[in-house]
């Protein structure tokens, strides 16, 4: 049976970028008899960038009662007891959820811990998962995400992201008005890195071969469904002709000098990458003292923060060129505000820019580091921090799945030092494409196929989701 009508339900910024300011609205708008948004974000966010058939409409926010949460846990935190021997990056992330206080919440936390040493087989999750369905059927967002979906009619409902926990009540409403389930994988570290995701879905499309391989591994269930290889939407605005920005525009807008290179350094999360301040001051300062030849000097900061973390270096290094991504928060007093912000289209110009004109691109283990291989420009991953010299750990994520392939394939340096980090960047700037085979292979290893024709591929999968 043919899919008609597509349900896209998009939950936060990065799914907007990835689905809305790529090609996909567009491109499905044109393959299906109806389009319906589910979202997240206000309905206001998209209107200039869908077709007058697609339809918005906004989720009622799921809050998750006691005995849903608990279940929740049980699944997620049993889902990483089973893999943290073979998965340092599930380690840590168990690590994380460990409790630390003596609230209520964290003594069921202590117990989740507890139970689940024993108890963790894919049986044991799937039972975990079962009463939290059971859960929360009774809960009135449930009932209206039922209500929504048996009068809007979808005959696929694509997930643009798998993990957020409150896509679950969605997904099982859905399945009970037997509307088909997909589920695309969000991102390279998801599943060797991060706890179980919020449902079973019928269907997957994922970026490669190797994330395929993965999904078999972590959920052995999905052998038995389809698991569609489609690339990924977020890198899909790298090749689209509205996204593309003259030198001399990118010039005049940064102030730079077109007689000298330009070194970008993008920053992470301050969660995970607090010692961005560091690096940047590092290298700022070693072009102050020559020990870097002459170069524009452009940071780019997380979409997710303010900037407010680098007050004291902007002021002590003024030659320093600022980028703060053109994301604006769409909601106040929203259970999780960072995923409100939403990007401008002019920022995926202005980043496209940057990958395009840039010369060498500095981050820690930032799936950055792949937009800019992507433009066949050098990566220094600087990594300091251990767990014994002060600085914050960042040396831990070397050891995550998916940045060991990174490092064994060769595809960045990484430099443990001022020194080293220094005669790195001298290096690459002097011969930037002394990693270039080893970051095609990178790239042909975790984005199974071409930029060109995503969203397509994409389609093409959901319109055979319900056979």
């Not at 200039?48 to 929740?72: H, M, N």
Request: proline share 6%; aromatic share 12%; net charge positive.
């Amino acid at each position: 049976m043919g899919v008609k009508n597509l349900g896209i339900v998009i939950v936060d910024g990065v799914g907007y970028r990835n689905f809305v300011l790529s090609d996909f609205c567009i491109k499905a708008s044109e393959a299906f008899e109806k389009l319906t948004i589910y979202s997240g974000l206000p309905a206001e966010v998209f209107s200039a960038y869908i077709s007058d058939t697609c339809e918005v409409i906004e989720l009622p926010v799921f809050k998750e009662g006691k005995l849903t949460w608990l279940y929740r846990k049980l699944k997620e935190v049993a889902h990483m007891q089973k893999h943290k021997k073979k998965f340092y990056g599930i380690a840590m992330n168990l690590e994380k959820n460990r409790a630390t206080t003596y609230s209520k919440r964290s003594w069921l936390t202590r117990f989740a811990f507890i139970w689940t040493s024993l108890f963790n087989s894919e049986k044991n999750i799937n039972h975990f998962y079962k009463k939290q369905k059971q859960s929360f059927s009774k809960n009135p967002v449930s009932i209206a995400y039922y209500q929504l979906l048996k009068e809007t009619k979808p005959d696929v409902l694509f997930f643009t992201h798998q993990r957020p926990p409150y896509l679950a009540p969605l997904d099982a409403m859905a399945k009970k008005l037997n509307i088909k389930t997909c589920s695309f994988i969000f991102s390279w570290d998801n599943l060797p890195s991060k706890g179980r995701m919020a449902a079973p879905f019928d269907s997957y499309v994922v970026w490669s071969d190797l994330m395929k391989e993965e999904l078999h591994y972590f959920y052995p269930e999905t052998k038995n469904i389809k698991v569609s290889v489609v690339g990924t939407p977020q890198f899909e605005p790298y090749v689209l002709d509205t996204y593309f920005v003259e030198k001399t525009s990118f010039e005049a807008r940064f102030n730079i000098n077109p007689n000298l290179k330009t070194i970008c350094y993008s920053c992470g999360d301050v969660s995970t990458s607090k010692n961005d301040s560091l690096y940047v001051e590092v290298i700022a300062k070693a072009i102050d003292q020559r020990k870097i030849e002459p170069v524009n000097f452009i940071v780019r900061t997380s979409p997710a923060e303010d900037g407010v973390r680098f007050s004291d270096i902007k002021e002590q290094y003024p030659a320093i060129i600022w980028n703060f991504p053109q994301w604006t928060l769409t909601r106040e007093n929203h259970p999780e505000p960072w995923s409100q912000r939403v990007p401008e289209s002019e920022d995926l110009r202005t980043l496209r820019s940057l990958l395009m004109y840039c010369d060498l691109n500095v981050n820690m283990c930032s799936t950055m580091g792949l937009d800019f291989m992507l433009f066949d420009k050098p990566v220094v991953n600087p990594v300091f921090g251990t767990p014994t010299n002060g600085l914050y750990n960042d040396g831990k994520y070397l050891k995550y799945g998916h940045y060991e392939r990174v490092v064994a394939i060769g595809a960045v340096t990484i430099p443990r030092d001022e020194v080293a980090l220094v005669n790195e960047i001298n290096f690459s700037l002097e011969n930037p494409l002394s990693r270039l085979e080893e970051q095609k292979a990178l790239l042909k290893l975790q984005i199974g196929k071409p930029l060109k024709g995503t969203s397509q591929r994409i389609i093409a999968a959901l319109k055979t989701a319900r056979e």
